[in-house]
């Protein structure tokens, strides 16, 4: 089945810092979710990218389907953006496969 | 209705007991999708419904568990004799069939089980 890698484990950054956080997938997708997991563990949807650039706000995401990899780009980071960030691969049978995530920590 | 709701949140037991966490999809969903999530780990598929036939179990999916979703809208999951190691976040999302691929799946909060 799919691998979903995602790298940094974790990372730390200083309030106003910019971020990438990247996704790497072993096969073809239909489909790829970045999400936000917050300290509650409630999941939030950030993006449905299986190609191109999606931006929303100071979040932007990039998937290039044929290099097999998405990156998630956070830009002038706050501490609300603290938390754990997952991608999530969407394999030919509809299923959700996540990376291992990526730990966040924005300090003032 | 404004997501998918998960009940309960927390739920602490004996080992040994059994537990029934509930899931109410979004009205128009027919797809409803169990994840566990242990801690440091990402969530990992346990077994997804399409209406109200179970299409798929995972080979986490032990005897003890078991899941239904018998009229096509909430679903239950059953865990039967915990352990210690049953202990994790089991996270509940709906889809549509037409709009997985659009759209992705919705989450719930999730049901936190702790066995002690």
């Known amino acids: 089945g799919i691998q979903v890698e995602q790298s940094p484990p974790d990372l730390i950054l200083q309030e106003g810092a910019n971020s990438t956080l990247r996704c790497n997938f072993s096969?073809?997708?239909?489909?790829l979710q970045w999400f936000h997991q917050n300290p509650w563990g409630q999941l939030i949807n950030l993006f449905y990218?299986?190609?191109g650039t999606k931006q929303n706000g100071r979040l932007s995401a990039t998937t290039v389907a044929t290099e097999r990899y998405s990156l998630l780009y956070i830009s002038s980071s706050q501490t609300t953006d603290s938390g754990v960030y997952f991608c999530a691969a969407l394999n030919q049978g509809g299923k959700l496969i996540f990376g291992q995530g990526t730990e966040l920590s924005v300090k003032p | 209705d404004t997501g998918v709701s998960q009940d309960p949140r927390h739920k602490i037991t004996k080992r040994g007991q059994n537990v029934t966490f509930r899931c109410d999809p979004i009205?128009?969903?027919?797809?409803l999708y169990w994840y566990r999530q242990t801690l440091g780990q990402g969530p990992e598929f346990l077994t997804y419904f399409q209406n109200e036939a179970q299409l798929e179990k995972s080979r986490l999916l032990s005897d003890r568990f078991s899941a239904e979703r018998p009229k096509g809208s909430f679903s239950t999951l059953e865990i039967q004799r915990t352990e210690q190691g049953d202990s994790a976040m089991y996270l509940c999302?709906?889809?549509?069939?037409?709009?997985?691929?659009?759209?992705?799946?919705?989450f719930g909060s999730g049901t936190r089980l702790t066995v002690v």
């Open positions: 999302a709906s889809s549509s069939e037409q709009g997985v691929i659009n759209y992705g799946y919705t």
């Open positions: 990218i299986p190609s």
């Open positions: 096969d073809s997708v239909n489909n």
């Open positions: 009205s128009e969903h027919n797809r």
